[in-house]
């Protein structure tokens, strides 16, 4: 059996703060141009850059945690509260994984917990929506399988590495929860 194909417990995974000790886990995926392909960020190439992101956390995001697997950062998750008009109930969620994980159920087991995390944490969301590249067919397929409503395609809505790209928008609502099995017991906080 090749190291691609083996399958991952899921009750190994676990969510936790980062911190300047995940540096060298967290360059895996950042300096992968396979992972940052559909980022709006280019592959890091420095050490200083994975530290300066890590160091910027706080003021960037609502919630953050690295995807560990064994307490080893193999990704992240993160999710930023909407301001702004007609934005106030709304939360983004985003995240990316080394390579190496890809196909092996690791971020639809993430998103299902962090999706009921999300609605227990901020009682006032009413929305939690994620955003993926239309050409980001994996990452679409990840939102499926996690419960998320395919709303749509917003053509030319992000400016990406040069060039103008269509995003496809994707949503889950409170009241969807109650059609799904969303439990947090399967995954270590």
């Not at 083996?6 to 992972?35: G, Q």
């Not at 969620?93 to 999300?118: D, F, P, R």
Request: charged share 25%; glycine share 6%.
């Amino acid at each position: 059996m090749s190291e691609e194909s083996k399958s991952i417990d899921l009750t190994k995974i676990s969510l936790r703060e980062t911190d300047l000790s995940d540096v060298d886990d967290h360059m895996v995926w950042s300096s992968d141009a396979k992972v940052t392909e559909f980022c709006t960020w280019g592959p890091y190439t420095s050490k200083e850059e994975a530290i300066h992101y890590i160091n910027c956390i706080p003021d960037i995001f609502s919630w953050y945690r690295a995807i560990c697997l064994d307490n080893r950062a193999i990704g992240s998750v993160s999710v930023i509260l909407q301001t702004g008009r007609y934005r106030e109930k709304v939360a983004e969620v985003g995240y990316i994984l080394a390579s190496e994980y890809w196909g092996k159920g690791i971020v639809t087991h993430v998103l299902k917990q962090v999706v009921k995390i999300v609605f227990s944490m901020y009682p006032e969301v009413e929305r939690l929506e994620a955003l993926t590249d239309n050409q980001n067919l994996a990452s679409q397929r990840v939102l499926d399988k996690a419960g998320f409503q395919r709303e749509g395609v917003l053509r030319n809505y992000v400016y990406v590495k040069g060039k103008s790209r269509d995003a496809a928008i994707y949503s889950i609502l409170p009241t969807d929860l109650e059609n799904m099995s969303l439990s947090v017991e399967g995954l270590k906080l």
